[in-house]
């Protein structure tokens, strides 16, 4: 009994079918893949940003953003399930990525044969690029998804409408079977998820004209008509809502980043080679390998010939006339697979006349039409291993090697290492406090907390930078109100972008202690507490004759649970030569903080803050300080003859 449902069992799971799921288990394993090597950047920290807004300021927001809330909804759903942690939130792009798979493999089946499809489908699974946008956590992957089950729908209602022509001409309407109920829906969830992905529904509607005007199919155009009105009339609340938002924000951000209008050759010639070997950092040579997958594409094109050439006349009323093996949308496969790649690249390129944006990797803008391209370059694989079998294994394997290389730079190279706020956040969980004040400039940085950050809970501040540079007196008033009711506040002070609101909220505390103040890559952390602004002046402390320390208050922030060490005081320096080390240590001389700069030549004041280990161990501690040579890290005595100088010290009880 055993035996015979295990046969009824490999039979039932053809050959082509266990290579279809080896295909798809390859394609989740390499998005699965250092998921969490990249760090997030500005546009994941965006996405996260939404998705963690209540659902009616997502709306708002994503009304002035450049892409429509679906993919956000999505996040935000996820999010409530899974949690904020960044490998968590990207396996729902590893989802989309790997969905796409199969139904790559059912459009270009349908569209040539299952040769080509299973060939496609391998070549997606191994995609730099399309692995690249499955591990992000933004919505190219699901317009990815979305574009393909839209065109594998209309494929599915143009082969039904040729199969019956007269009963399509007799009732001109559309009937809601599910299959056009499943197209009205992908179709509309893709122009909610992107707006470019409007170009496709150009490119559709392209296919049913071609169809019906040149291989003289007889469809039911009323229908179509019908259908795309429909998914007008879906899309329209959104367009009413954020169009006149939308339009107001592209305007203004072609006008601000002023980028130039690219030439088709650079522009088509950036796209495909982004469709053959993805994104590259470090191994930028491997471009070159896009002229493989043309060549491969252009290599199809010979055996797209031999199903055209057996086409049987779409006229004819003895459909059987047709050869069984060659399906009527395979008789067409070829230009229908051009239009649905050329026409969205055409029109983005159109697009880049009038408003001109072509930000870093903006490829991804039109990643949902990467797949056809894909079929074309299978088309070929398959055309090559028809000719000659070696010619098929060499093409693949070439193939197989420059995604291979590809993926090894995007494993092993961070795309945006200066924008790693990972570092950051880990110095901030080392020091953060109970309800510490966080201004965050710009939104991203709040998807980055909701994302890395476990530390103490925070009271982020969104930074209305638009407002607060026309409304300076606002800026003057708020910041006020916001110091005096924070006694500690945090600046992430990104510096690429002109920082003209952080440095006037660096000036706002600059009579408070720093506790850090450093830079991580592109972001300034700075860390800022108040104190007691009692002076007392001790009597200076003459190190050499170049170098004089002033002491004007030193103390610890509570005489029993202290967590500040907190010292002001002045250096007078006649060159640069010299450094400093503020530390806390206990009894036995160990360190439990420190800070080191450097003195700068000429008079200088000193407001500095330790923070101290939570839970401090019962005990003696000193808040010293010591000067020494920067050149050789020798320390300078103390005018009391100890290279440390003590400056406070505490008793913590049991």
Known sequence: MNAFFCKRFLKTFSAKRRLLWGILALG???????LDFQPLWWDEGYSVFFATRDFGTMLARTAIDIHPPLYYAFLQAWLGLFGAAAATLRVLSVLF???AIPLLYLVAQKLFDRRVGLVAAFLLALSPLAIYYSQELRMYGLVALLALASVALQLKILETEFANPNSTRAAPGVRFHLVTILYLGSAAALLYTQYLGA???????????YLEYRARWKLNLRAWFIRWLIVGALYLPWVLYAGPKLFAYVTDKVGIEQYARLDPFTYFAQHLAAFSVGHLTNWTWLVWGAILFVALALAGFGRVGKHTNRRADPQTKNQTARPQSVSPLQTVGLPLTLIYLCAPLLLG???NLVYPFHPIRYERLLLF??????????NGIVALYERQRVLGYAASALVVLLCALALYDFYTVERYADEDYRPLIAEMEKYAAEHDLVYAVYPWQIGYLETYYRGAPLNVYEVPADAWLKQKEVMRQTLARLHHENARAWLLAYQKQGHLIEDRIANEYSNDYVVTDQ???NTRLAYFVQGNETDFELAPQVYTPDLLLRLNYAAFDSPTQPTLALARFGWNATNEAYSYSLRVADAAGNKIAQQDASIPAGASTQRRALALPKNLAPGAYALQIVAYRRADGTPLPAPNGETALTLAKITVAP
Do not use: T
């Not at 170009?199 to 004209?209: E, P």
């Open 97 to 99: 990525g790997v969905a």
């Open 369 to 378: 039409a990467a797949p056809f391209f894909m079929i074309l370059a299978a």
């Open 199 to 209: 170009f496709l529904i150009v490119a559709q509607s392209i296919v049913v004209l």
């Open 349 to 351: 390129f159109l697009v």
């Open 519 to 521: 830079n991580f890559g």
């Open 28 to 34: 989740a394993l390499l998005r699965v893949a250092q």
